[in-house]
């Protein structure tokens, strides 16, 4: 059975709800996630995994959340070639740079070589309850992106 980790930063709950949420519906598709907040694992850690989660809530000025730094640092010494891949966060549109730290993530995925199967999932602040049910598709998808 596949292995898949989701690994999120959240400061007020919100992309730790839309954590939650995924999560169950990896659960529906039959894998139970390992779901760790980013300052409780390493980049190392995710090599493990045939899929991998990853979320954070944008910062700053368009910024990843500052819990995820030290994470994205650690990126830069592993490689994900063969893994497949997907992106989640939640956002706030008052601000210009609208979920960049989704985007960002995508990006430094990809250039490890991992397949970004699904589009970033940005939700706005703090997810309704049809927002949840988005967040659980989205985990369903990624287990079928899998291909198991
Ligand atoms: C100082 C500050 C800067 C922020 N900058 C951005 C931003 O550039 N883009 C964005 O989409 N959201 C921005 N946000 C909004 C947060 O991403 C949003 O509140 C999110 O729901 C927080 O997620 P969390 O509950 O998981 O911590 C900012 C929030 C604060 C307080």
């Given at each position: 059975?596949?292995?898949?980790?989701?690994?999120f930063?959240?400061?007020?709950?919100n992309?730790?709800?839309m954590a939650?949420a995924i999560?169950?519906?990896?659960?529906?598709?039959?894998i139970?996630?390992?779901?760790k907040n980013?300052?409780?694992?390493?980049?190392?850690?995710i090599?493990?995994f045939d899929?991998?989660?990853?979320?954070?809530?944008t910062?700053?000025?368009g910024?990843l959340a500052?819990?995820?730094l030290?994470?994205?640092?650690?990126?830069?010494?592993?490689?994900l070639d063969g893994?497949?891949?997907?992106?989640f966060g939640?956002?706030?549109s008052?601000?210009?740079?609208?979920g960049?730290?989704v985007?960002?993530?995508v990006?430094?995925l990809?250039?490890?070589?991992?397949?970004?199967?699904?589009?970033?999932?940005k939700?706005?602040?703090?997810?309704s309850?049809?927002?949840?049910?988005?967040?659980?598709?989205?985990?369903?998808?990624?287990?079928?992106s899998?291909?198991?």
């Amino acid at each position: 059975m596949s292995k898949i980790i989701i690994v999120f930063a959240s400061m007020t709950g919100n992309t730790e709800e839309m954590a939650d949420a995924i999560a169950e519906g990896l659960k529906e598709a039959g894998i139970e996630p390992v779901v760790k907040n980013v300052i409780d694992t390493n980049a190392e850690e995710i090599t493990h995994f045939d899929g991998i989660i990853l979320g954070s809530y944008t910062w700053g000025d368009g910024d990843l959340a500052d819990d995820f730094l030290d994470f994205y640092d650690e990126m830069d010494d592993i490689q994900l070639d063969g893994k497949k891949a997907a992106v989640f966060g939640s956002c706030d549109s008052s601000y210009s740079e609208y979920g960049a730290a989704v985007d960002t993530l995508v990006t430094k995925l990809k250039e490890l070589g991992a397949e970004v199967t699904l589009e970033g999932l940005k939700i706005e602040l703090s997810p309704s309850k049809d927002d949840k049910a988005l967040c659980m598709q989205f985990g369903k998808q990624f287990v079928q992106s899998l291909g198991v």
